[in-house]
């Protein structure tokens, strides 16, 4: 019965919520049908803590709201306090708002894990370094350890490892992806084995980290990527840990999806990256030298700061001929056009040139190879060139140059004279035949002849922004170059063409200098390095 003073509410026994009325000690004094059968234990004149729930009777000496479980429900306890001091407790089930809280914010922990997933990986295209965020992102928030297996050869692969807490580790470990249940099929992309399937003790070696102890479960799952597997992701929990639950796993395999999309991007753009520095060592200017007692030099400025290849080009061959020394090749060209597009055709072009030097010594029928070679394609392109075949006699250069289509080559003279070579020719591959015309030239020591793209001479810049640099203020500028070795004369020239056109555009800028030695080569040193001259 209630306590003298605490007579319950009419209907209080039909409530639909329990209702346990406790003196200020504690003593329950009445309790309703609800109390009844939520606490079959519970009678008048027992105590809270022994009838009823002990987190109830920790409340009871201060009343406040609390909440807890009750078998396998949660409840929420609400006092109301009488004059006498006893307390009504009355208690709400709580249990499916509870499990609606949690879902919520573990909703949300991942939603927040994936975005967190997503910006760490996005920002590094290396993939290495995406499999070590991926590693340690899983590591601490869906495991206590886990790995991450890239494909790799026959015998190894790339694994990222990490244990929750530390930092990834990066290496490449040789295994049988047969030891572990599911991880040769996640390597391939095939849908992941459930974690129940996996007998933790049957894990090899390899696959736990140093000191991690005895594995309670293990999650395999594919790391899908774009349009082929990127790798296996691996989940490690110990024994003390709860097993994965279907509902991890789902999410495991989120978080998978995100990661292997993120590893795809990298490992795709590491490897355009490779190819793309494979063809554009073919496709760079070379570094020039001496070749055989003669001085080259050449600079390239492509038309964008951004591009480093484009429609200019030019090389220097060493032409053997009988097991000897013969004259070298030197070109210089011009693509109609300019960028990547332009870029490949000049490769093409080189390509070409470089077969044809067997026969260089004949410039009309490189030419006219050429020309056939390049109306025969599906290239709508043409190029204009200049061919230079150079040899030493004693202490002179001896040149013979043929124009196609292509400016006239300069000759600086040591005294600063700068005079224009007599050659000219057609377009190559615009007409069914080209005609060319071919002069020689000899230079005296520290004599330089100059082949030059227009993106020299038309280079539009200067004081007022919008005057061309023109043929004539080149010839000027060369002939302060008279002397000068070949290294210095194309960085004057194309220093000067540069600052002209300042940060107006510009088409693609080639220069090459072909220079008479100061001085005598000893032949000792055979002409294929720097060497050393006489006086």
Known sequence: MPSAGVVPDIGWQDAPYPA??????????????????????????????????????????????????????SFEAHPVEHDTGAVTWWLVDDTDARVAREALTIERERTALLSEVSTALLTSLNPERCMQVTARLAADHLADAALVIAPGGRSDHPVAHCVRGGSAVHS??????????????????FPPVPSRWIDPASAPSWLLPDGFGEVGSIVVTPLPGHGIPAGALVLLRRTEQRVFTDDEEVFARLFAARAGNAMSAARMFAQQTSITETLMRDLLPPTLDHVAGVEFAGRYRASQAAERIGGDFYDVHRVEQGGAAGESLAVLGDVCGKGLEAAVLTGKVRTALQALLPMSDDHQQVLALLNNALLSSHHTRFVTLVLASVSRAGADVR?????????????????????????????????????????????????????????ITEAVGGPLGGEMFGEDRLRRVLGTCGGMPAE?????VQMLASQWVGPNSHDDMAVLAITAPRGQHLTAVGGQSRGRYTA
């Open 20 to 73: 346990v009325l406790a003196d200020g000690d504690g003593t329950v004094r009445a309790l309703n049908r609800a109390a009844h059968d939520l606490f079959p234990g519970a009678a008048i004149g027992t105590a809270l803590a022994s009838g009823c729930s002990p987190w109830l009777a920790d409340a009871h000496g201060q009343p406040r709201p609390v909440a807890g479980p009750i078998g396998e429900r």
């Open 172 to 189: 490449r470990v040789e295994f049988d992806p047969d030891d572990v249940p599911g991880l040769g099929e996640a390597l391939q992309g």
């Open 399 to 455: 040149l013979r140059l043929t124009s196609g289509g292509h400016l006239p080559p300069l000759v600086v003279r040591a005294n600063g004279d700068v005079e224009e070579v007599d050659t000219a020719g057609t377009l190559v591959g615009a007409l069914p035949e080209v005609h060319a015309t071919t002069a020689e030239v000899v230079l005296g020591p520290g004599e330089t002849c100059l082949l030059y793209t227009d993106g």
């Open 488 to 492: 210095a004369v194309v960085e004057h």
